[in-house]
């Protein structure tokens, strides 16, 4: 649930749809801000615990350019209807409210003007729109084409025709800003205004034209989309690459009752960043390649293990290489899930569900069916982590399966079963269990007298690769096996 939602699910009755609207418009109003000069607060209708009407504020917008008036927030604060004449105003009149004299509580002379918005056919909010008038001066042409814009898109706000309910905004973090480069286009889609930095990104895709007084259509690479933009009244976000410079435009048509009247083009200069990604990309490839060889080496070695283990005739040399058989699979299972995450990662919860297959498989027999369980989240695991975590964990499991439910004695009165739990707390420790309900150690033994190889090397991974702890203790059946291993924080 977003901060906007929390607030208005506890001090409004604002239906679902009106939530959603004043969502998408928090998605949009800093180029308002911006063009404005002004901060913006919306305000939602709310009472206070004597009943009496009141605001809520629900969201805030600092311009980037120039200094906001407000260095707190706002945002959760009620103040009685008394202290915002304004904004009750607009809910009132349903119209901008422009006509108040400069107020000074601040201690600076702050013009407050009140935009309602329209959902439908109702007001649900209001935005002031609040800018320090002690720093007036004679406005450039640039700003005066800010501020007409700004005029404009207030309007479409009061109008309900801003933010446009089917605009696109996908990656909108990467959307361009005013700062970033404006473009204002009039009915017919010729240029009236652009700033500098439009005109140098224009200039980056191959246009040497004079921008000013050029059609969008001979002045943009790929224009379909801004004249149909134009044309049906919806806001568009594209990208367009020409000669290995990228460009992402927002054009944003200006509506004024019901006609359009002209568009707003935002443009991003973004080609470094586009090449540093596909630089990333190109390395995240790699090293999935690379991780996929390994595991197919590891995998030819594992397949020539097997081989050699068909031609002997020694009971024991087989089952030493079947081990080094599934071990070398064990590691060959973190490599091939790393092969296909794009970051060098992996969900452990995965690796460990394709051991416990791998032994079910391999080493389980009809005459005795054990049931494995798996419970808790590991979440992502470093490679450097998960490949020796693996081997110790297929290495314990391959020891329950073995030694806990010996085929030469009396079978278990309950039914025989292996348990994992993964246990991750805020000390970024990683506590991991494996519980059988098998025989048990025999009374007095140590796990230093009973270690075979296999549990000889999952301890000494465990506390030399990894930094472990790693602790065995009796169950009531079975046998419990708990470690604890130490996570660096992530880093990619």
């Given amino acids: 649930m977003t901060?906007?939602?929390?607030?208005?699910?506890?001090?409004s009755t604002l239906s679902e749809e009106a939530t959603d609207h004043l969502q998408a418009l928090l998605g949009e109003w800093q180029t308002l801000a911006d063009m404005?000069?002004?901060?913006?607060?919306?305000?939602?209708?709310?009472?206070?615990?004597?009943?009496?009407?009141?605001?809520l504020c629900v969201g805030q917008m600092r311009p980037y350019t120039t200094q906001t008036i407000?260095?707190?927030?706002?945002?959760?604060?009620?103040?009685?209807?008394s202290a915002r004449p304004m904004v009750g105003r607009a809910l009132v009149e349903q119209r901008v409210i422009r006509d108040a004299d400069p107020d000074w509580s601040t201690g600076v002379p702050v013009r407050e003007e009140a935009i309602p918005i329209r959902c439908g056919s109702d007001v649900i909010a209001v935005i002031t729109r609040e800018s320090n008038v002690s720093t007036a001066r004679a406005p450039s042409q640039?700003?005066?084409?800010?501020?007409?814009?700004?005029?404009?898109?207030?309007?479409?706000?009061?109008?309900?025709?801003?933010?446009?309910?089917?605009?696109?905004?996908?990656?909108?973090?990467?959307?361009?800003?005013?700062?970033?480069?404006?473009?204002?286009?009039?009915?017919?889609?010729?240029?009236?205004?652009?700033?500098?930095?439009?005109?140098?990104a224009y200039r980056r895709l191959g246009s040497l034209d004079s921008v000013?007084?050029?059609?969008?259509?001979?002045?943009?690479?790929?224009?379909?989309?801004l004249l149909e933009s134009?044309?049906?009244?919806?806001?568009?976000?594209?990208?367009v690459e020409v000669n290995d410079a990228v460009v992402i435009r927002r054009f944003i048509p200006l509506i004024s009752g019901g006609r359009i009247i002209g568009a707003l083009l935002l443009v991003r200069e973004v080609t470094e960043l586009r090449q540093h990604e596909r630089a990333l990309m190109v390395k995240d490839a790699?090293?999935?390649?690379?991780?996929?060889?390994?595991?197919?080496?590891?995998?030819t070695v594992a397949a020539l293990l097997r081989l050699q283990a068909r031609r002997l005739h020694s009971d024991e040399a087989r089952a030493a290489l079947g081990e080094s058989v599934r071990r070398i699979t064990s590691i060959a299972l973190v490599h091939e899930t790393l092969s296909e995450e794009a970051r060098q990662r992996v969900p452990f919860t995965r690796i460990t569900r394709r051991i416990i297959d791998m032994l079910s498989q391999g080493l389980v027999g009809p005459d005795l069916p054990i049931e494995f369980g798996l419970t808790g989240d590991p979440d992502e695991l470093s490679a450097e982590v998960a490949t020796p975590l693996a081997l110790v964990l297929a290495e314990l499991l391959q020891n329950c399966v073995e030694h806990a439910f010996p085929y030469d004695q009396q079978p278990p009165a309950q039914d025989a079963c292996v348990n994992v739990c993964f246990d991750r707390n805020d000390d970024d420790e990683l506590r991991v269990v494996v519980a059988d309900n098998g025989v048990g150690l025999p009374d007095g033994a140590t796990l230093d007298e009973l270690?075979?190889?296999?549990?000889r090397i999952a301890r000494t991974l465990l506390e030399t690769e990894l930094g472990g702890t790693f602790d065995v203790s009796r169950g009531d059946p079975g046998t419990t096996i708990e470690l604890r291993v130490p996570l660096r924080p992530a880093t990619s």
């Fill in 230 to 239: 134009l044309r049906t009244g919806i806001p568009v976000d594209a990208e």
């Fill in 212 to 225: 000013m007084g050029t059609h969008v259509e001979r002045l943009d690479p790929e224009p379909r989309q």
């Fill in 142 to 200: 640039l700003e005066l084409t800010y501020l007409q814009t700004a005029g404009e898109l207030a309007q479409m706000m009061a109008e309900g025709t801003l933010p446009h309910p089917d605009a696109s905004r996908d990656e909108r973090e990467l959307a361009p800003r005013v700062g970033d480069g404006i473009i204002r286009v009039d009915a017919d889609g010729v240029v009236a205004f652009a700033s500098p930095n439009a005109i140098s």
């Fill in 36 to 55: 404005s000069f002004a901060d913006l607060l919306l305000w939602v209708r709310c009472e206070l615990a004597d009943q009496r009407p009141a605001y």
């Fill in 451 to 455: 270690a075979n190889l296999g549990l």
């Fill in 3 to 11: 901060l906007l939602e929390n607030l208005l699910a506890h001090r």
């Fill in 286 to 299: 790699t090293i999935r390649e690379i991780h996929h060889r390994v595991k197919n080496n590891l995998q």
């Fill in 70 to 81: 407000y260095t707190e927030d706002l945002v959760g604060q009620v103040f009685p209807a």
